[in-house]
């Protein structure tokens, strides 16, 4: 069963005190989904959306996966109050080595908002849903980003570190190992522990 939230609604300037006005746009709707309740036609149109909101990278990928990399247990749909699909990610639950301790994550992957979407807050909401979701099941939100899209998850709650992480290469099958921006994201309090990551799979 999907869980659904709306999130608030954004602020509109007062017209009698001469602030700027802007339309209040309608609400977005988000639904955390697990893996098993998407159907084959939910698939095919979250792989329409990803070639569309990452065009025009990755068009290839998307066009034959609607995820990349390690499984995903679930997704986090946003969607407008007609039902276009305004943003998405996906998500999935794994215990992690970061220098001597295990660290229970869930790594997410495949972030986008439509692009005629964005800056409304769609990207902070599937987050914060998110969270909300998996207290309780993992201590963090896990991923890894380049550099122009660092600020983006920082405003939604991620801190950001340059670590060393190691991950199962998917041509290879051969663990490989690099420096990235690694965004953390507590659902516990803790603080993100220093040390290098051992991912012991495929990134998201
Ligand atoms: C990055 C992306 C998901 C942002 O989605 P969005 O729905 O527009 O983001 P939001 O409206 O929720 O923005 C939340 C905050 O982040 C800020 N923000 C958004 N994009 C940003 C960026 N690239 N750099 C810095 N800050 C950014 C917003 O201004 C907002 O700030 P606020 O705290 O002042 O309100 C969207 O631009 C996108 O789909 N990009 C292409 C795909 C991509 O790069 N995905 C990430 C792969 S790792």
């Known amino acids: 069963m999907a869980e659904e939230r709306t999130p608030a609604a954004a602020a509109v300037g007062d017209p009698t005190r001469g602030d700027p006005v802007r339309r209040d746009p309608a609400p977005l709707v988000v639904a ?12 095919a149109e979250i792989r329409a959306f990803l070639v569309a909101a990452y065009a025009p990278r990755f068009a290839d990928v998307f066009s034959a996966h609607d995820f990349w990399g ?9 969607r407008t109050a007609g039902g276009r699909l ?11 080595a970061v220098g001597e301790r295990e660290v229970r994550i869930a790594g997410v992957g495949a972030v986008a908002t439509d692009p005629g979407l ?5 990207g902070r909401a599937m987050f914060d849903a998110l969270a909300g979701h998996l207290a309780g099941d993992a201590a963090f939100l896990f991923l890894e980003c380049a550099d122009p899209v660092v600020g983006f998850y ?5 801190v950001h570190a ?3 992480v190691t991950a199962i290469e998917p041509a290879t099958g051969a663990p490989d190992t690099s420096v ?3 965004l953390t994201r507590p659902l516990a309090g803790a ?3 220093a040390g290098d990551i051992d991912l012991r799979g495929l990134r998201w």
């Open 70 to 78: 390690g499984p995903a247990e679930g997704r986090v749909l946003v």
């Open 32 to 43: 955390v989904v697990p893996e098993a309740a998407l159907s084959p036609a939910d698939r």
């Open 118 to 122: 964005r800056g409304r807050g769609a």
């Open 180 to 182: 990235s921006n690694v």
């Open 191 to 193: 603080a993100w522990p």
């Open 86 to 96: 305004a943003a998405h990610c996906g998500y999935g639950l794994r215990t992690v």
């Open 162 to 164: 340059r670590a060393t």
């Open 154 to 158: 920082t405003r939604c709650g991620f």
